[in-house]
Antibody, heavy 116, light 107 residues
Framework: EVQLVESGGGLVQPGGSLRLSCAASGFSFSSYWMDWVRQAPGKGLVWVSRINGDGSSTSYADSVKGRFTISRDNAKNTLYLQMNSLRVEDTAVYYC?????????WGQGALVTVSS | DIQMTQSPSSLSASVGDRVTITCRASQGISNYLAWYQQKPGKVPKFLIYAASTLQSGVPSRFSGSGSGTDFTLTISSLQPEDVATYYCQNYYSAPETFGQGTKVEIK
C-alpha cells in the first residue's frame, strides 16, 4: 500500500525556518518525481516545488524561489522541504504528492503557521 | 507561466443533474490535464489524468474531455457524495498550476 506521511509542521515566527519531511512507503520511491503542494486556510491548491527521481532536477514556484529547498534521500525513502525566511503568507497545509502525471497519492498534510 | 481558469467558481444542482465544469489554459497544454476532488477537511482525490482517463476506482459518472486549451469535467448524474470542490491542474510544464476551484453543492 502506498503511503506518504508528512511531519515537521508547526508554529514559527516570521523570518524563521522549518523543515518538512515526507516518509514514503509501498512503492519504488526513487522512480518517481515528487512534489509539494500547499493550501492556505480556506483557499485553493497551489503548487510549490518538484524534484525528479534522483534529485538532480528541481523547480519552484516564484513565491518560494530562493527561500525553499526541496530535496530527497532515496536511501531513506524521504522527501524534504526546507523552508527559510518564512512569511505570514506561507501559512498553509503542505502536502507531499507522488507525481505520475497528476498526483495519484497525497500525504495527509502538515500545517505550517507563520505568526508572531 | 500557464494560467488555469475554471468556471463557474461555484454551482448548485439537484441530485441526478448533469454537471459540467470548464477549465481553460492560457496556452496549449495538449492533454496534460488532471482533475481532483476535495471534500471539506479532506485530502484531494485524484479523479482524471491525461484529460480524459479515469483513475482506478473513480465512479464512471465522472468523465473528462478536451485538449489544447479547453477542458471539461462532467458528472453525468450528481450524487450527494459529490459535494466537493473540484480543481483542474496543468502538468504540461512547471509551475504545475491549478485552477482556482469549483465548489459543487446540492440544491
Amino acid at each position: 500500500e502506498v503511503q506518504l506521511v508528512e511531519s515537521g509542521g508547526g508554529l514559527v515566527q516570521p523570518g524563521g525556518s522549518l523543515r518538512l519531511s515526507c516518509a514514503a512507503s509501498g512503492f519504488s520511491f526513487s522512480s518517481y518525481w515528487m512534489d509539494w503542494v500547499r493550501q492556505a486556510p480556506g483557499k485553493g491548491l497551489v503548487w510549490v516545488s518538484r524534484i525528479n527521481g534522483d534529485g538532480s532536477s528541481t523547480s519552484y514556484a516564484d513565491s518560494v524561489k530562493g527561500r525553499f529547498t526541496i530535496s530527497r534521500d532515496n536511501a531513506k525513502n524521504t522527501l524534504y522541504l526546507q523552508m527559510n525566511s518564512l512569511r505570514v503568507e506561507d501559512t498553509a497545509v503542505y502536502y507531499c504528492a507522488r507525481d505520475q502525471g497528476g498526483y495519484d497519492y497525497w500525504g495527509q498534510g502538515a500545517l505550517v503557521t507563520v505568526s508572531s | 507561466d500557464i494560467q488555469m481558469t475554471q468556471s463557474p467558481s461555484s454551482l448548485s444542482a439537484s441530485v441526478g443533474d448533469r454537471v459540467t465544469i470548464t477549465c481553460r489554459a492560457s496556452q496549449g497544454i495538449s492533454n496534460y490535464l488532471a482533475w481532483y476532488q476535495q471534500k471539506p477537511g479532506k485530502v484531494p482525490k485524484f479523479l482524471i489524468y491525461a484529460a480524459s482517463t479515469l483513475q482506478s476506482g473513480v465512479p464512471s459518472r465522472f468523465s473528462g474531455s478536451g485538449s489544447g486549451t479547453d477542458f471539461t469535467l462532467t458528472i453525468s448524474s450528481l450524487q450527494p457524495e459529490d459535494v466537493a470542490t473540484y480543481y483542474c491542474q496543468n502538468y504540461y510544464s512547471a509551475p504545475e498550476t491549478f485552477g482556482q476551484g469549483t465548489k459543487v453543492e446540492i440544491k
